[in-house]
């Protein structure tokens, strides 16, 4: 019949076709800001990852009645079930049907990346700093939890980086 993925997709588009509303993850959520737009246009704000204590507490209490378990930070490198199922979502796969999120952009923008270099005395050290390698922890979210959209929101320049001057990064687009 279908494939384990195929299915997923199938097993969501039947749940919105059944008049539901489209279940968000918003990593990297802050305080709320994709999360409110989603919410006014007719989104369930399942859940969302937030490192910083208080803007996690903000947005558990602006979209989750300031439960408990929405209330406190977390960390992107939370593997995605064991996040889904710590909320009672059970597997991440079948938990959320959009994602979103903006990952940490310093090591991508150009005013950063000057920043970074001047900080560090490093021409390149906006390679190596570690909130760099946060979108790909935003990627992992994706690919597990198998969502039917993705909005990420970045600058530009998070499209070249690491790579020579005047390419791409393979597979990506604005």
């Known amino acids: 019949m279908y494939a384990p993925l195929e299915a997923t997709y199938v097993r969501k588009v039947e749940r919105l076709r059944n008049g539901e509303r489209p279940r ?70 079948h938990a959320f049907d959009v994602i979103v999120g903006g990952p940490p952009c310093q090591a991508f923008a150009r005013v950063g990346r000057s920043k970074l270099r001047e900080i560090h005395d490093h021409p390149q050290a906006f390679l190596h700093d570690p909130r760099a390698r946060l979108f790909r922890e935003w990627l992992r979210y994706v690919e597990a939890c198998q969502p039917l959209a993705v909005l990420m929101e970045n600058v530009p320049d998070v499209l070249n980086h690491g790579c020579p001057a005047g390419t791409k990064a393979r597979g990506l687009s604005p």
Do not use: K
């Open 24 to 93: 968000v993850l918003d990593l990297f959520a802050g305080c709320g800001g994709l999360s409110l737009g989603l919410h006014a246009a007719g989104f369930d704000i399942a859940a969302a990852v937030e490192n910083d204590p208080a803007a996690a507490r903000s947005h558990g209490t602006n979209f989750h009645e300031a439960a408990p378990e929405h209330l406190r930070p977390r960390d992107v490198l939370t593997p995605p079930d064991a996040f889904s199922r710590e909320l009672g979502l059970g597997p991440a796969a």
